[in-house]
């Protein structure tokens, strides 16, 4: 069975663009949660959706959006980009809206 | 807002010593996550525990809910043991959605 896919892998944006990243979870998971890992640091929690409904809402801007789709796969949509939020951005699913969490490898944004 | 601390930040072991990270959470949790990440950033998880203690090859995971305080064991390290370590925790109620991680101990075990 395939893993927690996440597209693209790397991608550099320039300041006030919008970037769309994408997540499909192991088959059959029916929650998705968005991380953004800064360089050095843990892993901070953006957003959690399980059943296509938002369950979580981290501290995080409002120009941070994410949805859940009916097959599962999520989006997370950033805009106005800033040079802070270039990052390392992961995605996990798992089989319950709490429960053991599959990581996808990231999708790595630079902001220049 | 739970406080997550790690220790050490830093960890140099030489091959086949046993090694342990240290987690501290400051409220009251639903669940703990010991996470492996290696170079270039992909995340594994370890184990998820609410209380006791877990084991899964060389790896032992140990929570104390009283102290709110868990510990992952690595017997006989191994060079390919060498990762990022984190400890993250799930709140309870309607904060159980929502991971709050450490920053993570860097493992570097020599050959």
């Known amino acids: 069975d395939a893993g927690v896919t996440q597209s693209p892998t790397h991608l550099i944006k320039t300041r006030g663009q919008q970037v769309t990243l994408r997540c499909s979870p192991i088959s059959g998971h029916k929650s998705v949660s968005w991380y953004q890992q800064v360089l050095g640091q843990g892993p901070q929690f953006i957003f959690q959706y399980y059943e296509k409904e938002e369950r979580g809402r981290g501290n995080f801007p409002d120009r941070f959006s994410a949805r859940q789709f009916p097959n599962y796969s999520s989006e997370l949509n950033v805009n106005a980009l800033l040079l802070g939020d270039s990052a390392l951005y992961l995605c996990?699913?798992?089989?319950?809206?709490?429960?053991?969490?599959?990581f996808g490898e990231g999708s790595r944004l630079t902001v220049l | 807002k739970n406080e997550v601390e790690q220790s050490p930040q830093n960890l140099t072991a030489q091959e086949g010593e046993f090694i342990t990270i240290n987690c501290s959470y400051s409220v009251g949790i639903s669940a703990l996550h010991w996470l492996q990440q290696h170079p270039g950033g992909g995340i594994v998880s370890l184990f998820m525990l609410s209380s006791g203690k877990k084991k899964h090859g060389r790896l032992i995971a140990t929570i104390n809910i009283q102290e709110k305080h868990s510990s992952l064991h690595i017997t006989a390290s191994h060079p390919r043991d060498s990762a990022v370590y984190i400890c993250a925790v799930s709140g309870t109620g309607a904060g159980s959605y929502q991971l709050t991680f450490g920053k993570g101990t860097k493992l570097s075990v020599i050959p």
């Open positions: 996990a699913s798992s089989l319950y809206i709490t429960g053991e969490l599959f």
